[in-house]
């Protein structure tokens, strides 16, 4: 079954802990997005990957950190950095450049 | 000036209603262009790229204009399940030598009976 998993789907944070949010993909696509979405708001890109062992800084990325050993694998660490990091967190997956991306099921986090 | 712009509505129309969104990008320079759809407290689904000729899927129908940095989506013969956010996204370099997607903030559709 072939798409893109996201957990927990719903996780709860205390202040002053680091969270790691899930995404695996296998549509073998190379590249792989992390947004942040809040109430009444656009998608702002968090973090992005366009090749295993290599990602880049996106617009927000301040108090978030990401790894990508796996090409089917790209995990959000939200960390006690980030001040307010209650919202919605989507991953996304691509062939990269400028051509469309494809989202998974997404993570809403709360901090307590 | 946002990067991507639209009308966050609400619009509401009735069942079989014509409705069309428009939506502006700010960087001359954006490669690709999309209309996304949104569910509530669900993830962003692809609807349809937008081609410089004018690109229809059914019901729906995409416009390009360069020029004027505008795009737009029709949807004829409104239903019921096509409530939802409507999301014009616009890819281009954001200065690195990767392609980004940008966001407008969405327009809201309700369909009523």
């Known amino acids: 079954d072939g798409g893109i998993t996201q957990s927990p789907k719903y996780l709860f944070r205390k202040e002053g802990q680091n969270v790691t949010l899930s995404c695996e993909q296998n549509?073998?696509?190379?590249?792989m997005y992390w947004y942040r979405q809040d109430p009444g708001q656009g998608l702002r890109l968090i973090y992005y990957?366009?090749?295993?062992?290599?990602?880049q800084k996106g617009d927000i990325a301040e108090g978030y950190s990401v790894s990508r050993e796996k090409k089917e694998s790209f995990p959000l660490t939200v960390t006690s950095a980030q001040k307010n990091p209650t919202a919605f967190y989507h991953c996304?997956?691509?062939?990269?450049?400028?051509?469309?991306?494809?989202f998974g099921p997404g993570t809403r986090l709360t901090v307590l | 000036r946002k990067e991507v712009e639209q009308d966050p509505g609400p619009f509401n129309v009735p069942e079989g209603a014509t409705v069309a969104f428009n939506c502006t990008y700010s960087?001359?320079?954006?490669?690709?262009f999309f209309w996304y759809r949104q569910d509530c407290r669900k993830e962003p689904k692809l609807l349809m790229s937008?081609?410089?000729s004018g690109n229809e899927d059914g019901r729906f129908t995409a416009q390009l204009n360069r020029a004027s940095q505008y795009i737009s989506l029709l949807i004829r013969d409104s239903k019921l399940s096509d409530s939802a956010t409507y999301l014009c996204v616009v890819s281009w370099s954001g200065g690195t030598s990767y392609g980004k997607l940008t966001f407008g903030q969405g327009t809201i559709l309700t369909v009523h009976p």
């Open positions: 996304a997956t691509g062939t990269g450049g400028y051509r469309e991306q494809f």
């Open positions: 937008v081609y410089s």
């Open positions: 549509l073998n696509h190379d590249a």
């Open positions: 990957s366009q090749i295993v062992n290599d990602f």
């Open positions: 960087n001359s320079a954006s490669q690709s």
